[in-house]
Each structure stands twice: as C-alpha cells, then as structure tokens.
C-alpha cells in the first residue's frame, strides 16, 4: 500500500521547508494536488491550506 500524496517544499517558503502531507479517502487514492476557487489548497482529498 501507498502512503500518503505528499507536496515536498525545497526551498524556504514562509519560514518552512519538507514535506506537506494529504490522505487518501476510504475508496479512492488522493494523487493530485489543486487549488479550489474558493482558495483552498488540496494534497489528495485533505485540504492543507487557504487563501
């Protein structure tokens, strides 16, 4: 089994750096990452971030 959809950050953004972990739901594997038009930013189908 795969782990988890992962954003890796190599550069500092916002004082941080490495890996920015998403999940996968119960019947699908979470493989992309995008940005939503209400500014939600989601690694598989967990939302990291928003604007």
Avoid: L
């Amino acid at each position: 089994m795969a782990g988890p959809p992962y954003i890796q950050i190599n550069s500092v953004s916002r004082g941080k750096i490495g890996r920015v972990m998403g999940a996968h739901n119960y019947a699908h594997m979470g493989t992309s990452a995008s940005v939503n038009n209400k500014g939600e930013f989601w690694v598989g189908y967990k939302k990291v971030g928003w604007c």
